[in-house]
């Protein structure tokens, strides 16, 4: 079983910074990708950024370029989550995800990922 545990979410004013942390808890794990989806009230999940196994590869939403950046240690199965310059409208349940299976390849979808987080709680207010 893998479990996915969030932590760093919180409040930051407009303009400030948080960091999003995410390991993955299993005896065996092994991920083609991990990253963050978020999720607001009244509105659907939606995609924020993701990264491959190398590092390598990274893919983000076009609401959070250039302000957040996504980063992973495959030694240590975790994915991270900068988010800078933060705004009201990024407030949102932020969920951390794992690709096991390589599924259809669309990063964007929810249906990529086999393995979601609790979610941690991101409040963007002044």
């Known amino acids: 079983q893998v479990q996915l545990v969030e932590s760093g979410g919180g409040l930051v004013q407009p303009g400030g910074s948080l960091r999003l942390h995410c390991e993955a808890v299993?005896?065996?794990?092994?991920?083609?990708?991990m990253g963050w989806f978020r999720q607001a009230p009244g509105k659907e999940r939606e995609f924020v950024a993701t990264?491959?196994?190398?590092?390598?590869?990274?893919h983000y939403a076009d609401s959070v370029k250039g302000r957040f950046t996504v980063s992973t240690d495959n030694a240590k199965n975790t994915v991270d989550l900068q988010m800078n310059d933060l705004q009201p409208e990024d407030t949102a349940v932020y969920y951390c995800v794992a690709d096991t299976f390589y599924g259809s390849g669309n990063v964007y979808s929810t249906y990529q990922y086999d393995y979601w987080g609790q979610g941690t709680q991101v409040t963007v207010s002044s």
């Open positions: 299993a005896r065996t794990f092994y991920y083609y990708s």
């Open positions: 990264i491959d196994r190398s590092g390598i590869t990274t």
